[in-house]
Nanobody, 120 residues
Framework: QVHLLESGGGPVQAGGSLRLSCAAS????????MGWYRQAPGKQRELVAL???????DYGDSVTGRFTISADFAKNTVYLQMNSLKPEDTAVYYC??????????????WGQGTQVTVSS
């Protein structure tokens, strides 16, 4: 079982910045990737950013150029630096951990979410 502890959300004005952090703890064989997803009211959960242990990074189209994901896989921690925030970035942000067993079976874990509210 893996527990994800998120921090860093809150209210911010448009144009401002926030930094989210997520630390994974528990028992697993390997951490393949960590990432951030978000869900706004009435909308589906969407990818914000993803980083693999091999260093590959993917961003959702709406955040490219404004958000930066980084991670310390030795500490199983992922960060999301969010700059130039817009009201449409308002959502609950969820941390995700993609873990693998010794035989490469994937198990996904989710944090409880942290609210980000951007006011205009």
């Amino acid at each position: 079982q893996v527990h994800l502890l998120e921090s860093g959300g809150g209210p911010v004005q448009a144009g401002g910045s926030l930094r989210l952090s997520c630390a994974a703890s528990g028992t697993f064989y390997s951490m393949n990737a960590m990432g951030w997803y978000r869900q706004a009211p009435g909308k589906q959960r969407e990818l914000v950013a993803l980083i693999t242990s091999a260093g590959r990074v993917d961003y959702g189209d709406s955040v490219t150029g404004r958000f930066t994901i980084s991670a310390d896989f030795a500490k199983n921690t992922v960060y999301l630096q969010m700059n130039s925030l817009k009201p449409e970035d308002t959502a609950v942000y969820y941390c995700n951990a993609d873990t693998r067993t010794y035989s490469s079976v994937r198990f996904d874990y989710w944090g409880q979410g942290t609210q980000v509210t951007v006011s205009s």
